[in-house]
């Protein structure tokens, strides 16, 4: 079983930026897919900025020269960013942390593994 536990989320004005973390533990690899995917009430999830197993990263064309993905490795276990900057009022949602063993490719809702979600509030 894998456990990701996100933190990070807050209010902010817009402009203003937020780093979002994901801390995995259990049978997870730094190989594995990962990737931030954000959901709004009554909308489908969104990905946001994503990194399969050959750390290739994709990025929605929304988010794209705003957002910034990364990952450490401390004791063979992935801990994944999410550094978003210039935020704005559309970028409000919940924002999850997702995980798969599979090699996935873009930024799809297809991740087995999932964070409980953490909330970013952006105002005008």
């Known amino acids: 079983q894998v456990e990701l536990v996100e933190s990070g989320g807050g209010s902010v004005q817009s402009g203003g930026s937020l780093r979002l973390t994901c801390a995995a533990s259990?049978?997870?690899?730094?190989?594995?897919?990962m990737g931030w995917i954000r959901q709004v009430p009554g909308k489908a999830r969104e990905g946001v900025a994503c990194?399969?197993?050959?750390?290739?990263?994709?990025?929605a064309d929304s988010v794209k020269g705003r957002f910034t993905i990364s990952k450490d490795i401390v004791d063979n276990t992935p801990i994944l960013y999410l550094q978003m900057d210039n935020l704005k009022p559309d970028d409000t949602a919940v924002y999850y942390c997702?995980?798969?063993?599979?090699?996935?490719?873009?930024?799809?809702?297809?991740?087995?593994?999932w964070g409980q979600g953490t909330q970013v509030t952006v105002s005008s």
């Open positions: 997702a995980a798969d063993w599979r090699h996935l490719e873009g930024c799809r809702n297809a991740y087995t593994y």
């Open positions: 259990g049978n997870i690899i730094p190989t594995f897919s």
């Open positions: 990194m399969d197993t050959i750390d290739t990263i994709t990025y």
